[in-house]
């Protein structure tokens, strides 16, 4: 599924409300609801969404890498080129399902360098069909707060990154829908990476 890269608007009338998972004196586990606006309550469905697309970016062509720049102007363009490239990527593997099978990353660039460069309009590449490569269909990965799914018993929410990869013990309030929920991990907002590692990584031994 293509992450929602879509426009960003929303209206300050009130959402769903963000139920926090609270304890009382006898330790009992309750949940408080918390108010919040549509817009609130929408930035933190799709936030992650953001991480799996620059996990993407980096991860293929990369240019950010690839590129030594010495000007800040180049650097920038690299990003936004960057970004265009893996918004089409996306585009050409969800948007034409029909047409052609799923195809890697690696497969797609090269591909559009071809198109891009090649002078010769009779022996454009894009004219073939992508291989049947069979690729997996990309997992994505998608953080949900732990406090939607009550399951009326205390579920273990250390973050599977922070005490496996860190060996710490963290607490967090998210898990990754598509693993499970075993699979509870740090909310990028805390400034912790756990949920880009458990994209590049899935989850750690
Ligand atoms: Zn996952
Ligand atoms: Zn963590």
């Known amino acids: ?81 960057g970004i265009i490239e893996t918004n089409v990527y996306l585009i050409f593997n969800n948007f034409f399902r029909a047409e052609h099978d799923q195809v890697s990353h690696t497969w797609f660039t090269t591909n559009l360098v071809f198109a891009l460069t090649k002078n010769d309009v009779n022996n454009l590449q894009e004219n073939e069909p992508p291989p049947h490569e069979h690729i997996p269909h990309m997992r994505e990965h998608i953080l949900e707060a732990l406090s939607k799914s009550d399951d009326r018993k205390r579920v273990q929410h250390k973050c599977i990154v922070c005490s496996r990869v860190h060996k710490k013990q963290q607490k967090a309030s998210y898990f990754c829908k598509t693993c499970g929920l075993r699979c509870v991990l740090c909310f990028p907002q805390t400034g912790r990476n756990c949920f880009t590692y458990h994209i590049t990584n899935e989850i750690p031994a």
């Not at 300050?12 to 918390?34: A, C, H, I, M, Q």
């Open 1 to 81: 599924m293509l992450p929602r890269h879509d426009l960003f608007c929303e209206t300050t009338l009130s959402g769903l409300p963000s139920r926090k998972r609270r304890w009382d004196d006898e330790g009992n586990l309750f949940f408080r609801e918390v108010a919040r606006p549509k817009l609130v309550q929408r930035y933190f469905d799709d936030a992650a969404a953001i991480d799996i697309h620059n996990h993407i970016r980096q991860d293929g062509l990369a240019l950010e890498k690839a590129w030594g720049t010495h000007e800040w102007e180049h650097r920038v363009y690299a990003s936004v080129l």
